[in-house]
């Protein structure tokens, strides 16, 4: 379990392996502390630490998730966001985020709003309906707060501490982001008998 809160900027070090791929990833996380089975989000996807050294840890990934997360664009030197699991006691500061990926979201629109900056993203039409103004959703693994929602595009404020502190920074136009909706609107959905694709 995650809140959204990123707490490092990771980076693909080395890609191998077929049919399930093995990333290596740079981190200024102390490793000594970050047990082998531990559960870190990068950019929003819940991926299992399978090996470790000084600096780096090594997962794997199925090809499930490389199809349906961004995963499956990285190259060597993609910069990701990074957030270990929660612990007992931890400080709350987003909103409950699993990890596991929805869609993949498109940004259609990036402009200043006074210090802050204002993007919109498009999700595919099934999940608009899970998308509610001033609900959160976790964009990249990013736990946001949705500003408003018109058809299958919404729009969220990035505040300059984010934009700094995540791979916000550098995103433009066109990119694509692995998006979330919020676990409660997932629940109601299935209460109402209204699986989400």
Known sequence: ???????????????????DTRFRIGTGYDTGDLAIGASVAHS????????????????????????RST???WQVGTTINLERSLKLGDEFGGHI???HVDAVATIVERRPENESVRFTFEVPPA?????ASKGSVALNGVSLTVNEVEGNRFGVNI??????ATTFGTAKVGDKINFEIDMLARYVARLLDKDLP
């Open 1 to 19: 379990m995650f809140t959204g809160i990123i707490t490092d900027l990771g980076q693909v070090r080395a890609i191998s392996g077929s049919g």
């Open 44 to 67: 929003g996807v819940c991926l299992t630490v399978i090996e470790k050294g000084g600096d780096w840890f090594d997962v794997q990934v199925s090809a499930e998730t490389l199809a």
């Open 71 to 73: 995963l499956g664009g």
């Open 97 to 99: 985020v699993s990890g």
């Open 127 to 131: 999940y608009a309906r899970s998308i």
């Open 159 to 164: 505040i300059p501490h984010t934009l700094t």
